[in-house]
């Protein structure tokens, strides 16, 4: 097999989701009416997988995901795994939205690994890239759920980091090289007492983890949050850049930034494809700044692709890398 090295400068990745590709949707709605067991619905879903590693292998992405393919949506793919959950019927928000609001009735608990088939299929046809294992934190899980069992908010957290934490360490022992949280409602609820929730949480999740710790927050108002989330146990914090026009790069001055930056160059709510020129422009805005060096910045979208169509996100992410590759003459 060929080798293959992530770039020392400006390595290039993906915040997780991806479209989803045939045969995702049709595996779903099986598994959904339960006509599917699931060992058969990871084996039939892998098709989908496959397409989705075929794009990021084309746009020449460094270090790629499994595109989530198996996930109807980040809560209630865990809620729908983790004892102690259960998810109700669909609920109809409006007009063509549905969603299904998990419920937590009894303790939480890890029972077996929930995301491992996905990643290691996706390991298996990445031509030796690394994939990144990505997991809906607890603090989104419990605000994104009704809980019916913990008295207080911050005991469920806890306790779901414990589940998440069993899940990291099926993919330590497979030798895992990234390991992403997601905590998207975070930035929904700017404050620093949940601010220190989610530290407390990412304390239990990567206590002496030795692969590459990474949070993703997007949306909503990461300035306010962000003093309170720079001590946090993680080697890198992956945001979005480019939707707020890079309001929050100044500031990462002022609060003297110095971590790994997943820096979101592509808008992932917009069909127009960011042309090449730009996205180096928009390094440009960070290099300028002169607060971390191009070995601790990952060039990669502000968030998941899911809602765009596959065509735009292929071609959102071969522009990305091609100015990786600019940057990486230039800097
Ligand atoms: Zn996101």
New binding site residues.
């Given amino acids: 097999m060929e080798e293959f090295k992530v770039p020392k400068k400006f390595p290039t990745t993906v915040?997780g989701s991806y479209p989803k590709l045939d045969p995702a949707p049709e595996i779903l709605r099986k598994l959904r009416k339960k006509e599917l067991d699931e060992k058969d619905f990871h084996e039939l879903v892998r098709p989908a997988i496959k397409k989705v590693v075929d794009d990021y292998l084309w746009a020449g992405i460094d270090i790629i995901s499994d595109g989530e393919q198996s996930r109807e949506d980040m809560v209630v793919y865990f809620a729908e795994r983790i004892k102690g959950y259960t998810v109700g019927d669909w609920v109809r928000i409006f007009d063509n939205t549905y969603f299904r609001r998990p419920v937590i009735f009894d303790k939480v608990e890890w029972t077996s690994p929930m995301t491992i088939e996905d990643w290691e299929y996706a390991r298996s046809i990445s031509k030796k890239r690394p994939v990144k294992a990505i997991l809906t934190g607890p603090y989104t899980m419990v605000e994104w759920s009704f809980d019916l069992y913990y008295k207080d908010r911050k005991e469920a957290v806890l306790d779901i980091a414990k589940v998440i934490r069993k899940e990291v360490e099926e993919y330590l022992r497979r030798g895992v090289k990234y390991v992403q949280v997601?905590e998207?409602a975070l930035s929904t609820r700017p404050w620093r007492e949940d601010a220190e929730l989610v530290k407390e949480a990412l304390e239990i999740i990567f206590r002496g983890v030795q692969a590459k710790r990474v949070i993703?927050?997007?949306?909503g108002r990461l300035e306010r949050i962000l003093p309170y989330i720079l001590d946090y146990p993680v080697d890198q914090f992956d945001l979005?850049f480019k939707n707020s026009d890079f309001r929050l790069l100044s500031y990462l001055k002022e609060y003297s930034f110095d971590k790994e930056l997943g820096y979101g160059v592509i808008d992932v709510h917009s069909l127009q494809i960011e042309n090449i020129d730009e996205i180096v422009k928009d390094i440009e805005k960070l290099m300028k700044l002169d607060i971390i060096g191009p070995e601790k910045i990952y060039i990669d979208p502000?968030?998941?692709l899911k809602r765009l169509p596959r065509e735009i996100a292929r071609a959102k992410l071969r522009n990305m890398v091609e100015a990786a590759k600019i940057a990486r003459e230039r800097w």
Avoid: S
Wanted: one cysteine or more.
């Fill in positions: 915040v997601d998207p993703h927050i997007c949306f979005e502000d968030c998941g």
